[in-house]
Every structure is written in structure tokens, then in C-alpha cells.
């Protein structure tokens, strides 16, 4: 079991950058494949990008390669989402998801491999 907590959303201008922060209150991230999600009003959830278990291994899709990091603190069980220049289209609620994984470097693109996921964060980019 994981409960998942996002936050550091908010209101940015366009141009700004942004840290999402996803941290796991039961379970240590270690532990988990995870990965970040958005969705606007209307839409499917947006794949964004995919963190092992253990860190060293993440996958973004092409489009938004040079905008994001993933990364995970440990030690502060914590997954961060850095997102840079950041424009109107990128206004979204953005979810983080996680899924238990026996190998260390293995990543998932698969929104149905996620079984826990948090209640979101909205992240608005204003013009």
C-alpha cells in the first residue's frame, strides 16, 4: 500500500519554472516504479514521464525531453517533477503514480501498471 501526496502547485507566468513534489507517506519510494501524470478538463491523463526504483533510470516522451527532470530523494521519500519553461498548454492537475517493482531499473509507460496514485496538484501557467 502507498499513499501518495503531491504538491507544489500553483499559479506561475509563463516562462517560469516549477518542482512538483510527490512523497509517499507509507511505503518507502524505493520500493516503486513511478511516474507523473496531467490532465486537463475533457482530456485523458497525459503521460509524463517514468522514475525505477532505484533512481538511475527515467524515460520522458520526446516532447517534453529538455523541459522535465525526474528525480527521487530517498532520504526524503520523496519523487520530484522539475518542470522549465512552462507555457499555458502546460496548465494541467498533475498526478504522480506508483507501482510495485521487482527490478531496480525497470520502467513503465503503462498508465494501468500505476496501482496507487495521489489526489493531484493543479498547476495553472498564466499569460
Known amino acids: 500500500q502507498a499513499h501518495l501526496v503531491e504538491s507544489g502547485g500553483g499559479v506561475v507566468p509563463v516562462g517560469a519554472s516549477l518542482r512538483l513534489s510527490c512523497t509517499s507517506s507509507d511505503r518507502a519510494i524505493e520500493y516503486f516504479v513511478m511516474a507523473w501524470y496531467r490532465q486537463t478538463p475533457g482530456k485523458a491523463l497525459g503521460f509524463m514521464g517514468t522514475i525505477s526504483r532505484d533512481g538511475l533510470n527515467t524515460y520522458i516522451p520526446p516532447p517534453l525531453r529538455g523541459r522535465l527532470t525526474l528525480s527521487k530523494d530517498v532520504a526524503k521519500n520523496t519523487m520530484g517533477l522539475q518542470m522549465d519553461s512552462l507555457q499555458p498548454e502546460d496548465t494541467a492537475v498533475y498526478y504522480c503514480?506508483?507501482?510495485?517493482?521487482?527490478?531496480?531499473?525497470?520502467?513503465?509507460?503503462?498508465?494501468?501498471?500505476?496501482?496507487?496514485w495521489g489526489q493531484g496538484t493543479q498547476v495553472t501557467v498564466s499569460s
Open positions: 503514480a506508483a507501482a510495485e517493482s521487482g527490478a531496480l531499473d525497470f520502467l513503465s509507460v503503462r498508465e494501468s501498471d500505476y496501482e496507487y
